[in-house]
């Protein structure tokens, strides 16, 4: 039972396998058995291909089924096709576009599966790309609000260093009445003398100055704060907004494009692995000898073609043999003086006809 289903693999004719030996069969059943499994690798390749685009195991199973009876399909032609000639360069010229094709689905068939083997060391490349573009998305996005807050920082700056300013002026006015006061500067005349009130009134005066620049100040710099902190709010929100669609960045094409980034020889061995599975049906054909198969097989084909030659020479025969008949018939009616009289009797009521048609035309228009 396994052995019939595996030789209906391989696309050969049943009924003509049942007249060979037990190693014909066994060969087609091994070539058959090479395109099932091929089918199934793809099969399992396919669904983890779309189990990474569709993220359904329902979605990726039935299209990975579809996908797997296409490529065993094409197989099964491929291998049937292929037919023994008796020169091996005809028969390799004959494989060819089977080979080429056969490396597609070679290449089609190995790239999810190296995919999923090397899963790790792409999560590694994706996670380190996704790293890039997440601070490359804060600089982008900080483009837009920094030299704003640049602005907001250094009127910030100049308000509190007009404060400090300020402050260092009073604070060199209360030394100045202090020293005054003690005798250590000024008129050097120890006590509080109308110099030393002079000097207080005017350190007094700065220092109302300051406290009302202190509040104007505060007042301004809590404005540039809050707007500060509302663009800063502005910026987070873009960044969390957008950040998704970074950690999103891992689907089969940006997988493909992280295997490429990975050393090239360990996917190379599994491509020319999944190569040497698909090609094998065609080479052991293509290697393999003319066997009894191959043989009633041409057989069989000749007999048709030449049954189909026989028609067509007999289709020819017959519509030339009554050609030739036909031309004898009407050869022999044209040489009767009975048919000539009739026709000439017709011929002249025909005549009879049109001219007393143009007579009476002839008279209504007068």
């Not at 250590?184 to 003398?193: H, N, P, S, V, Y």
Request: hydrophobic letters at 45%.
């Amino acid at each position: 039972m396994l052995q019939r289903f595996f030789i209906f693999c391989s696309g050969a004719d049943t009924d003509i396998l049942e007249q060979c030996s037990a190693g014909e069969r066994t060969k087609y059943a091994g070539i058959g058995a090479t395109v099932f499994f091929t089918a199934v690798m793809a099969t399992i390749a396919a669904a983890y291909a779309l189990f990474t685009v569709f993220d359904s195991y329902v979605s990726a199973i039935f299209f990975g089924i579809i996908w797997g009876l296409l490529i065993f399909n094409l197989d099964r032609f491929i291998v049937s096709t292929i037919k023994k000639r008796d020169n091996f360069f005809d028969e390799l010229i004959q494989a060819s576009p089977r080979i080429a094709l056969a490396v597609i689905i070679a290449i089609v068939i190995s790239k999810p599966l190296e995919l999923k083997i090397f899963e790790k060391e792409i999560n590694q490349v994706l996670l380190e790309e996704k790293n890039a573009m997440t601070l490359e998305n804060q600089d982008q996005l900080a483009l837009q609000y920094t030299p704003t807050l640049n602005a907001i920082a250094a009127e910030i700056e100049e308000l509190e260093s007009e404060v400090r300013t300020k402050e260092a002026e009073v604070n060199a006015l209360y030394d100045t009445y202090i020293a005054e006061a003690e005798g250590r500067a000024g008129t050097e005349i120890l006590g509080k003398g109308p110099v030393y009130q002079e000097k207080r009134d005017k350190h007094d005066a700065e220092l109302a100055a300051l406290q009302n620049l202190r509040a104007t100040n505060a007042d301004k710099i809590n404005a540039l704060e809050t707007q500060q902190q509302t663009l800063t709010n502005e910026y987070n929100e873009k960044v969390a907004s957008t950040q998704p669609v970074i950690d999103g960045f891992d689907g089969l094409m940006a997988r493909v494009n992280a295997l490429n980034k990975l050393p090239w020889l360990p996917s190379l061995f599994i491509f020319l692995l999944f190569l040497a599975i698909e090609t094998s049906p065609i080479l052991a054909k293509l290697l393999s000898p003319k066997g009894a198969y191959d043989l009633k097989l041409a057989e069989q084909e000749g007999a048709v073609r030449s049954w189909v030659t026989q028609q067509q020479m007999q289709r020819e025969i017959v519509v030339t043999t009554d050609r030739e008949v036909n031309n004898r018939v009407y050869a022999d009616i044209a040489e009767e003086q009975e048919l000539y009289d009739y026709k000439r009797q017709k011929a002249r009521e025909l005549m009879q006809l049109q001219a007393d048609a143009f007579y009476k035309k002839q008279k209504s228009v007068l």
